[in-house]
């Protein structure tokens, strides 16, 4: 009999409680945030543990660092930000990231607002 094999659902769980603090909790909220405005969406796991979010294509990542958990969008400098949630990888030609520090909040309405004119880009590709 195979063994039972770990879904990214229950991998990105996992790194949630392993974290176990503020970053923990703000990949939990932005998580909760995407599923909201994409039900549909695609939870993957790549790049030795990254969690990555698919509707047609890579949405965003969801990479924790010591200091900041970092929302990087793949076709964000295409993707109309009117609320100006993009603060960080603003000089690419394809990347843009928002970078949340510890006790920083993101707006959830313009948030998923932003996850779904990621996803209208990545269908009209």
């Known amino acids: 009999m195979a063994a039972k094999e770990t879904t990214p659902a229950q991998l990105i ?3 949630i409680k392993d974290l176990g603090d503020w970053r923990g909790e703000t990949l939990a909220q932005v998580r909760a945030l995407i599923k909201a405005a994409l039900p549909d969406v695609v939870e993957t796991v790549k790049w030795r543990g990254v969690p990555v979010w698919e509707h047609n294509g890579i949405l965003c990542t969801g990479e924790t660092y010591k200091a900041v958990v970092k929302l990087t969008f793949m076709k964000g400098a295409k993707v109309k930000d009117p609320k100006g949630l993009f603060n960080a990888s603003l000089e690419g030609n394809a990347r843009r990231a928002i ?4 006790g920083e909040k993101i707006s959830a ?9 990621a996803a209208a880009l990545n269908r009209k590709a």
């Open 109 to 117: 309405t313009a948030f998923k607002a932003l996850v779904r004119a």
């Open 13 to 15: 769980d996992a790194k």
């Open 99 to 102: 970078d949340i520090h510890e």
